[in-house]
Protein backbone atom coordinates (compact mmCIF):
# COMPACT_ATOMS: atom_id res chain seq x y z
CA UNK A 1 0.00 0.00 0.00
CA UNK A 2 1.01 3.52 -1.16
CA UNK A 3 1.55 5.40 2.23
CA UNK A 4 0.46 9.15 2.38
CA UNK A 5 3.50 11.96 2.53
CA UNK A 6 3.15 14.16 5.08
CA UNK A 7 5.05 16.69 6.71
CA UNK A 8 4.94 17.36 10.49
CA UNK A 9 5.11 20.77 11.08
CA UNK A 10 5.67 21.60 15.25
CA UNK A 11 7.67 19.25 17.49
CA UNK A 12 6.65 20.91 20.73
CA UNK A 13 5.02 18.73 23.69
CA UNK A 14 2.26 17.43 21.11
CA UNK A 15 3.95 17.24 18.27
CA UNK A 16 6.35 14.79 19.37
CA UNK A 17 3.36 12.67 20.90
CA UNK A 18 2.43 13.19 16.79
CA UNK A 19 6.28 12.40 15.47
CA UNK A 20 5.99 8.41 18.33
CA UNK A 21 2.40 7.99 15.95
CA UNK A 22 4.27 8.98 12.60
CA UNK A 23 7.39 7.06 13.05
CA UNK A 24 5.00 3.71 13.86
CA UNK A 25 2.41 4.55 10.67
CA UNK A 26 2.26 1.87 8.24
CA UNK A 27 -0.47 4.55 6.32
CA UNK A 28 1.59 7.72 6.46
CA UNK A 29 5.41 8.52 5.59
CA UNK A 30 6.85 11.48 6.98
CA UNK A 31 9.00 12.98 4.53
CA UNK A 32 9.53 16.88 5.73
CA UNK A 33 9.70 18.38 8.91
CA UNK A 34 9.62 21.53 10.23
CA UNK A 35 10.19 23.16 13.72
CA UNK A 36 12.05 26.44 14.52
CA UNK A 37 14.07 25.16 17.78
CA UNK A 38 17.35 23.32 16.97
CA UNK A 39 16.88 20.51 19.14
CA UNK A 40 13.69 19.86 18.13
CA UNK A 41 15.08 20.12 14.62
CA UNK A 42 17.52 17.64 16.03
CA UNK A 43 15.09 15.21 17.57
CA UNK A 44 13.63 14.84 13.89
CA UNK A 45 16.69 14.02 12.38
CA UNK A 46 17.14 11.20 14.91
CA UNK A 47 13.09 10.05 14.51
CA UNK A 48 12.52 10.64 10.56
CA UNK A 49 15.85 10.23 9.01
CA UNK A 50 14.87 10.23 5.48
CA UNK A 51 12.68 13.16 6.40
CA UNK A 52 13.94 16.82 4.92
CA UNK A 53 14.16 19.02 7.57
CA UNK A 54 13.50 23.36 7.67
CA UNK A 55 13.32 25.68 10.13
CA UNK A 56 10.70 27.53 7.92
CA UNK A 57 7.17 25.72 7.55
CA UNK A 58 6.85 27.39 4.51
CA UNK A 59 9.37 26.03 2.54
CA UNK A 60 7.49 22.56 2.91
CA UNK A 61 4.07 24.08 1.76
CA UNK A 62 5.26 25.79 -1.50
CA UNK A 63 8.10 23.60 -2.35
CA UNK A 64 8.21 20.20 -1.10
CA UNK A 65 6.35 17.62 -2.57
CA UNK A 66 3.67 16.56 0.08
CA UNK A 67 0.75 15.28 -0.29
CA UNK A 68 -0.75 16.47 3.52
CA UNK A 69 0.48 18.17 6.59
CA UNK A 70 -0.02 17.30 10.42
CA UNK A 71 0.64 20.83 12.52
CA UNK A 72 1.09 20.61 16.05
CA UNK A 73 2.57 24.53 16.31
CA UNK A 74 1.40 26.53 19.18
CA UNK A 75 -2.50 27.43 18.72
CA UNK A 76 -1.94 31.24 17.62
CA UNK A 77 0.08 29.96 14.41
CA UNK A 78 -3.07 27.45 13.56
CA UNK A 79 -4.69 29.70 11.40
CA UNK A 80 -2.07 30.71 8.83
CA UNK A 81 -0.19 27.58 8.43
CA UNK A 82 -3.65 25.78 7.87
CA UNK A 83 -4.85 28.52 5.12
CA UNK A 84 -1.26 28.09 3.30
CA UNK A 85 -1.42 24.49 3.51
CA UNK A 86 -5.12 24.35 1.87
CA UNK A 87 -3.57 27.45 -0.51
CA UNK A 88 -1.27 24.53 -1.42
CA UNK A 89 -4.03 21.91 -1.38
CA UNK A 90 -2.58 19.83 0.73
CA UNK A 91 -5.09 18.20 3.34
CA UNK A 92 -4.78 19.35 6.79
CA UNK A 93 -4.13 17.22 10.16
CA UNK A 94 -4.56 19.72 12.83
CA UNK A 95 -3.99 20.01 16.41
CA UNK A 96 -7.27 21.66 18.52
CA UNK A 97 -8.13 24.04 18.56
CA UNK A 98 -8.01 25.10 14.71
CA UNK A 99 -8.63 28.89 15.37
CA UNK A 100 -9.26 30.70 19.02
CA UNK A 101 -11.65 32.51 16.84
CA UNK A 102 -14.84 30.70 15.70
CA UNK A 103 -15.43 32.47 12.44
CA UNK A 104 -12.20 32.14 11.42
CA UNK A 105 -12.27 28.00 11.93
CA UNK A 106 -15.44 28.45 9.94
CA UNK A 107 -13.80 30.33 7.21
CA UNK A 108 -11.05 27.33 7.02
CA UNK A 109 -13.12 24.52 6.89
CA UNK A 110 -15.57 26.20 4.43
CA UNK A 111 -12.44 26.78 2.39
CA UNK A 112 -11.10 22.96 2.54
CA UNK A 113 -15.01 21.66 1.65
CA UNK A 114 -14.64 23.76 -1.28
CA UNK A 115 -11.53 22.30 -2.78
CA UNK A 116 -12.24 19.11 -1.55
CA UNK A 117 -9.43 18.89 1.27
CA UNK A 118 -9.48 16.76 4.69
CA UNK A 119 -9.10 19.29 7.34
CA UNK A 120 -9.43 16.99 10.33
CA UNK A 121 -8.86 18.01 13.91
CA UNK A 122 -6.82 16.44 16.89
CA UNK A 123 -10.27 15.57 18.63
CA UNK A 124 -7.81 11.93 19.62
CA UNK A 125 -10.55 10.82 21.73
CA UNK A 126 -12.92 9.66 19.25
CA UNK A 127 -10.37 7.24 17.69
CA UNK A 128 -9.29 5.92 21.83
CA UNK A 129 -10.15 2.26 22.17
CA UNK A 130 -12.09 3.22 25.63
CA UNK A 131 -14.26 6.42 23.94
CA UNK A 132 -15.32 4.16 20.80
CA UNK A 133 -16.08 1.09 22.73
CA UNK A 134 -18.57 3.77 24.60
CA UNK A 135 -19.92 5.21 21.99
CA UNK A 136 -20.40 1.71 20.24
CA UNK A 137 -22.30 0.35 23.25
CA UNK A 138 -24.16 3.51 23.63
CA UNK A 139 -25.15 3.46 20.16
CA UNK A 140 -26.43 -0.18 20.86
CA UNK A 141 -28.98 0.72 22.99
CA UNK A 142 -27.32 -1.50 25.95
CA UNK A 143 -28.11 2.03 28.89
CA UNK A 144 -31.79 2.49 26.72
CA UNK A 145 -31.97 6.50 26.26
CA UNK A 146 -28.69 8.65 27.23
CA UNK A 147 -29.66 11.61 30.34
CA UNK A 148 -26.78 12.82 31.61
CA UNK A 149 -23.37 12.75 30.74
CA UNK A 150 -20.12 13.63 33.61
CA UNK A 151 -17.33 14.54 31.65
CA UNK A 152 -13.86 15.23 34.01
CA UNK A 153 -10.59 16.00 32.71
CA UNK A 154 -8.30 16.86 35.46
CA UNK A 155 -4.09 17.35 34.63
CA UNK A 156 -1.80 17.05 37.77
CA UNK A 157 0.09 20.20 37.36
CA UNK A 158 -0.33 23.09 35.69
CA UNK A 159 1.27 24.50 32.71
CA UNK A 160 3.31 28.07 32.97
CA UNK A 161 1.27 31.07 32.78
CA UNK A 162 3.11 32.20 29.50
CA UNK A 163 0.94 29.14 27.76
CA UNK A 164 -2.14 29.44 30.12
CA UNK A 165 -2.88 33.11 28.25
CA UNK A 166 -6.12 32.97 27.00
CA UNK A 167 -4.58 35.34 23.91
CA UNK A 168 -2.30 31.80 23.15
CA UNK A 169 -4.27 29.07 24.37
CA UNK A 170 -7.71 29.80 24.82
CA UNK A 171 -7.14 29.24 28.64
CA UNK A 172 -8.69 26.31 30.77
CA UNK A 173 -11.88 26.51 28.80
CA UNK A 174 -11.02 26.45 25.45
CA UNK A 175 -7.28 24.44 25.87
CA UNK A 176 -8.75 21.65 27.97
CA UNK A 177 -12.56 22.01 27.70
CA UNK A 178 -12.64 21.48 23.66
CA UNK A 179 -12.64 17.49 24.53
CA UNK A 180 -15.62 17.37 26.58
CA UNK A 181 -17.62 19.92 24.48
CA UNK A 182 -16.74 17.64 21.93
CA UNK A 183 -17.35 13.97 23.34
CA UNK A 184 -20.56 15.77 25.03
CA UNK A 185 -21.96 16.70 21.48
CA UNK A 186 -20.59 13.23 19.74
CA UNK A 187 -22.32 11.15 22.49
CA UNK A 188 -25.58 12.90 22.59
CA UNK A 189 -25.91 13.10 18.31
CA UNK A 190 -27.20 16.70 18.90
CA UNK A 191 -25.86 20.54 19.65
CA UNK A 192 -26.09 21.67 23.60
CA UNK A 193 -28.20 24.75 23.84
CA UNK A 194 -27.06 26.61 26.09
CA UNK A 195 -24.14 26.86 29.10
CA UNK A 196 -23.89 27.45 32.78
CA UNK A 197 -20.24 27.59 34.19
CA UNK A 198 -18.83 28.71 37.39
CA UNK A 199 -14.77 29.37 38.19
CA UNK A 200 -13.76 27.74 41.19
CA UNK A 201 -10.89 28.23 43.63
CA UNK A 202 -7.61 29.63 41.67
CA UNK A 203 -5.08 27.27 43.03
CA UNK A 204 -1.57 29.09 40.71
CA UNK A 205 -2.09 32.65 41.63
CA UNK A 206 -0.05 33.20 38.35
CA UNK A 207 -2.91 32.83 36.00
CA UNK A 208 -4.93 35.43 37.48
CA UNK A 209 -2.04 37.54 35.38
CA UNK A 210 -2.99 36.37 32.34
CA UNK A 211 -6.89 35.97 32.47
CA UNK A 212 -6.92 32.37 33.06
CA UNK A 213 -8.20 30.12 35.67
CA UNK A 214 -6.80 26.05 36.74
CA UNK A 215 -9.97 24.91 37.76
CA UNK A 216 -13.95 25.33 36.27
CA UNK A 217 -17.24 23.95 36.24
CA UNK A 218 -19.86 24.23 33.09
CA UNK A 219 -23.29 22.55 32.81
CA UNK A 220 -24.11 22.18 28.93
CA UNK A 221 -28.47 21.98 28.51
CA UNK A 222 -29.47 19.77 25.48
CA UNK A 223 -32.60 19.22 24.05
CA UNK A 224 -35.19 17.05 26.22
CA UNK A 225 -33.64 17.62 29.18
CA UNK A 226 -30.49 15.99 28.77
CA UNK A 227 -27.27 17.53 30.90
CA UNK A 228 -23.55 17.45 30.00
CA UNK A 229 -21.55 18.24 33.62
CA UNK A 230 -17.73 19.38 32.67
CA UNK A 231 -15.43 19.77 35.44
CA UNK A 232 -12.12 20.51 34.53
CA UNK A 233 -8.66 21.24 36.94
CA UNK A 234 -4.60 21.94 36.37
CA UNK A 235 -4.05 20.84 40.08
CA UNK A 236 -4.99 17.03 41.07
CA UNK A 237 -1.47 16.27 41.60
CA UNK A 238 -1.83 12.58 41.11
CA UNK A 239 -1.82 12.14 37.49
CA UNK A 240 -3.41 13.16 34.23
CA UNK A 241 -7.14 11.81 34.90
CA UNK A 242 -9.98 12.09 32.39
CA UNK A 243 -13.16 10.41 32.94
CA UNK A 244 -16.40 10.33 31.11
CA UNK A 245 -20.01 8.81 32.72
CA UNK A 246 -22.84 8.24 30.80
CA UNK A 247 -26.58 7.51 32.88
CA UNK A 248 -28.42 6.09 30.71
CA UNK A 249 -32.60 5.10 31.05
CA UNK A 250 -31.27 1.52 31.61
CA UNK A 251 -27.77 1.69 33.01
CA UNK A 252 -24.32 3.49 32.35
CA UNK A 253 -21.07 3.68 30.91
CA UNK A 254 -18.25 4.77 32.55
CA UNK A 255 -14.71 5.46 31.15
CA UNK A 256 -11.43 5.74 33.25
CA UNK A 257 -7.84 6.26 31.95
CA UNK A 258 -6.07 5.59 35.78
CA UNK A 259 -4.39 3.32 36.59
CA UNK A 260 -5.14 2.08 32.90
CA UNK A 261 -7.74 2.85 30.07
CA UNK A 262 -11.04 0.78 30.06
CA UNK A 263 -15.02 1.07 29.70
CA UNK A 264 -17.40 -0.38 31.87
CA UNK A 265 -21.06 -1.33 31.72
CA UNK A 266 -23.36 -1.32 34.47
CA UNK A 267 -26.88 -2.85 34.17
CA UNK A 268 -29.56 -4.49 36.56
CA UNK A 269 -27.46 -7.55 35.37
CA UNK A 270 -23.95 -6.17 36.98
CA UNK A 271 -21.22 -3.67 36.26
CA UNK A 272 -18.41 -5.36 33.78
CA UNK A 273 -15.81 -4.32 31.92
CA UNK A 274 -16.11 -4.09 27.96
CA UNK A 275 -13.87 -6.24 26.05
CA UNK A 276 -11.53 -4.65 23.48
CA UNK A 277 -11.82 -1.42 25.05
CA UNK A 278 -7.82 -1.77 27.43
CA UNK A 279 -5.48 -0.04 26.77
CA UNK A 280 -2.45 1.39 28.63
CA UNK A 281 -1.82 4.83 27.10
CA UNK A 282 -5.02 5.83 25.85
CA UNK A 283 -3.72 9.15 24.32
CA UNK A 284 -0.94 7.40 22.16
CA UNK A 285 -3.37 4.60 20.90
CA UNK A 286 -5.90 7.46 19.64
CA UNK A 287 -3.34 9.45 18.11
CA UNK A 288 -2.51 6.59 16.49
CA UNK A 289 -5.75 5.59 15.29
CA UNK A 290 -6.37 9.38 14.40
CA UNK A 291 -3.70 9.14 12.45
CA UNK A 292 -4.80 6.34 10.24
CA UNK A 293 -8.54 7.86 9.80
CA UNK A 294 -6.86 10.77 8.38
CA UNK A 295 -5.00 8.89 5.81
CA UNK A 296 -8.16 6.51 4.95
CA UNK A 297 -10.17 9.78 5.13
CA UNK A 298 -8.13 11.54 2.28
CA UNK A 299 -7.80 8.14 0.42
CA UNK A 300 -11.99 7.92 0.33
CA UNK A 301 -14.05 11.26 1.39
CA UNK A 302 -16.28 10.23 4.27
CA UNK A 303 -14.77 6.58 4.68
CA UNK A 304 -14.43 7.65 8.10
CA UNK A 305 -16.23 9.62 11.00
CA UNK A 306 -13.94 12.29 11.81
CA UNK A 307 -13.79 15.85 13.76
CA UNK A 308 -13.49 18.25 11.00
CA UNK A 309 -12.62 22.09 11.32
CA UNK A 310 -16.56 22.88 11.93
CA UNK A 311 -16.40 20.47 14.87
CA UNK A 312 -13.28 22.54 16.35
CA UNK A 313 -15.29 26.04 15.15
CA UNK A 314 -18.18 24.55 17.49
CA UNK A 315 -16.45 23.33 20.49
CA UNK A 316 -14.24 26.52 20.38
CA UNK A 317 -18.04 28.23 20.18
CA UNK A 318 -19.05 26.54 23.49
CA UNK A 319 -15.72 27.53 25.06
CA UNK A 320 -16.10 31.28 24.73
CA UNK A 321 -19.73 30.49 26.24
CA UNK A 322 -18.33 28.55 29.24
CA UNK A 323 -15.90 31.35 29.32
CA UNK A 324 -18.29 34.10 29.33
CA UNK A 325 -21.42 32.34 31.60
CA UNK A 326 -18.06 31.60 34.37
CA UNK A 327 -17.37 35.91 34.39
CA UNK A 328 -20.85 36.61 34.21
CA UNK A 329 -22.50 33.85 36.31
CA UNK A 330 -25.55 33.53 34.05
CA UNK A 331 -26.82 31.62 31.17
CA UNK A 332 -25.40 31.96 28.15
CA UNK A 333 -27.20 30.55 24.95
CA UNK A 334 -25.04 28.83 22.30
Not at 6 to 14: F, K, P, Q, S, Y
Not at 156 to 173: I, K, T
Not at 273 to 279: F, H, L, R, Y
Request: aromatic fraction near 6%.
Amino acid sequence: MTRLKVALIGLGRMGRVHAAALAKSKTVEVVAVADPSPQSREFAKSIFPNAEVFVEYSKIVAGIQVQACVIASPTPLHPQMVRDALSNNLHVLCEKPLALDVEVARELATIATTKNLVLQIGHWRRFSPPWTTAKRVLDSGAIGQPIMIRLSQWDAESPPASFCDVSVSGGLAIDCGVHEYDLAEWFFGSQARAVRAWNLTLVEKSLAAVGDVDNLCAVLEFDGSRTAFVDLSRNCRYGDDVRTEILGSDGAIYVDLLPTGRTRLATKDGIVEVDGSQVVDATATGIENQLNAFAAQVAVRGSVDIADGYASARATQIGHAVTLAAKSSERVEI
